[in-house]
């Protein structure tokens, strides 16, 4: 069992940066696949990007090239580095937790997830 806990969620304007965090707890967050998934209003949840635990990422398309994940595994850390925002990445984000070898964006493989942290990018 582990918890997630997503901050560092917040208004901005389009083109400015956000930088999220993703602080696990419970267990060696270094073993699970972590991936950031997001909501929209009125759309259904996808998934922005995963990092397994040798370091692998996976993006979606839409933000490859703004957007950079990574992790900490001392501190037991996943941040997401978002910089070019724009209105469409306006969404409640969640960081989730997976076994290695189900990494990626199928939620019904996601093991674990944190309460969420808005995201607002006005133009």
């Known amino acids: 069992q582990i918890q997630l806990v997503e901050s560092g969620g917040g208004s901005v304007r389009a083109g400015e940066s956000l930088r999220l965090s993703c602080a696990a707890s419970?267990?060696?967050?270094?073993?699970?696949?972590v991936g950031w998934f997001r909501q929209a209003p009125g759309k259904e949840r996808e998934g922005v990007a995963t990092?397994?635990?040798?370091?692998?990422?996976k993006y979606v398309d839409s933000v490859k090239g703004r957007f950079t994940i990574s992790r900490d595994n001392n501190k037991n850390i996943v941040p997401l580095e978002m910089s070019n925002l724009t209105p469409d990445d306006t969404a409640m984000y969640y960081c989730?937790?997976?076994?290695?070898?189900?990494?990626?964006?199928?939620?019904?493989?996601?093991?674990?997830w944190g309460q969420g942290t808005q995201v607002t990018v006005s133009s």
């Open positions: 990092i397994d635990p040798d370091g692998v990422t």
């Open positions: 419970g267990t060696t967050e270094g073993a699970y696949c």
């Open positions: 989730a937790a997976s076994k290695p070898a189900l990494c990626g964006f199928n939620e019904r493989f996601v093991g674990f």
